[in-house]
């Protein structure tokens, strides 16, 4: 393949890594933007990675990782620097890059964000700017819009321990209703994109699950993948944060950033549905049922 054909996945996280597997199954040249020299970075390079160490937030950095590059993703996470980052990459891009599509890992919620909304986090808002500023760039961009995902921690490590312990769902999301999507669902989207970004640039995919439920319904499709019952219980805010959240030890931007997706849960802005992912890929997003019964021994333990 020639130098174009080179990939770059600026954040090699939980979707990142997906998303390079995916790549490089499909012989795409990948090159993998690491922070430190460590057992993550040594896995990447066993899936035929060329691996470099660098930093979002340093200008030189990106533009040596940039050389010979054709299309870049761009993640973060959660992280109170996401806006100096989106915007030196955006910055170097333009001077040094020859980009033929930029994927700008985002969130839904900035779908229903306006420039003086404040319901928002911080962290929210961070990518609603990040936007802005690659859409004033000029690059060819795509923005992957995903709600909240399947594999975050409200979803699995939390539900599997209230399941384990009392067969239920403990979170403070009310009546609201939310359609997770899978981060496999999300790297399918973005590899294919990446794959082929000309079609793309300009676009922006909302990513969820293919229906919005409530709680009780999240339960019962809980409880379907686990042949077991499973109910939900509504905790307030409040209480959920003091014992629950703050347990976690998160670092502050994080922590608030989570408590205000709870809270938008609660509000019922997450109520949103979209076909995209089966647009992009050909494939439906995973059901919960799905996802859940692929993870029975996790959430029995």
Do not use: C
Request: aromatic fraction near 6%; hydrophobic fraction near 45%.
């Amino acid at each position: 393949m020639a130098a174009s054909d080179l990939v770059l996945i600026a954040g090699a996280g939980g979707v990142g890594s997906t998303v390079l597997e995916k790549l490089r199954a499909h012989d795409v040249p990948v090159r993998a933007m690491v922070r430190r020299d460590d057992d993550r970075a040594a896995a990447l390079r066993a899936l035929g990675a060329d691996v470099v160490l660098g930093d979002l937030t340093r200008p030189e950095t990106v533009a040596a990782a940039l050389d010979g590059v054709g299309a870049m993703y761009f993640a973060m996470p959660v992280s109170p620097d996401h806006l100096l980052a989106a915007t030196v990459v955006a910055s170097v891009a333009r001077e040094y890059g020859q980009l033929s599509g930029l994927v700008d890992m985002s969130q839904m919620t900035v779908s229903q964000m306006t420039a003086t909304s404040t319901d928002e986090s911080h962290q929210q808002r961070l990518h609603w700017l990040a936007e802005q500023v690659f859409n004033w760039s000029g690059l060819p961009v795509i923005h992957l819009r995903p709600t909240s995902f399947l594999d975050n921690p409200l979803f699995t490590t939390l539900a599997a321990m209230s399941i384990q312990k009392e067969g239920t769902i403990a979170l403070p999301f009310g009546t609201g209703r939310t359609s997770p999507v899978a981060v496999d669902d999300v790297a399918r989207v973005a590899a294919a994109v990446l794959r082929d970004p000309a079609p793309h640039v300009g676009h922006v995919y909302e990513l969820t699950g293919p229906r919005t439920v409530d709680m009780t319904q999240m339960a019962e499709e809980f409880s379907r993948a686990l042949g077991r019952p499973v109910t939900y219980t509504d905790v307030p805010l409040d209480l959920w944060r003091a014992e629950v959240l703050s347990k976690a030890a998160l670092p502050p931007h994080t922590e608030a950033h989570i408590a205000t997706m709870a809270r938008l849960h609660h509000e019922n802005r997450y109520d949103r549905a979209s076909d995209d992912v089966a647009r992009v890929t050909g494939t439906p997003a995973q059901t919960i049922e799905e996802f859940v019964a692929a993870r029975r021994d996790f959430y029995l333990g």
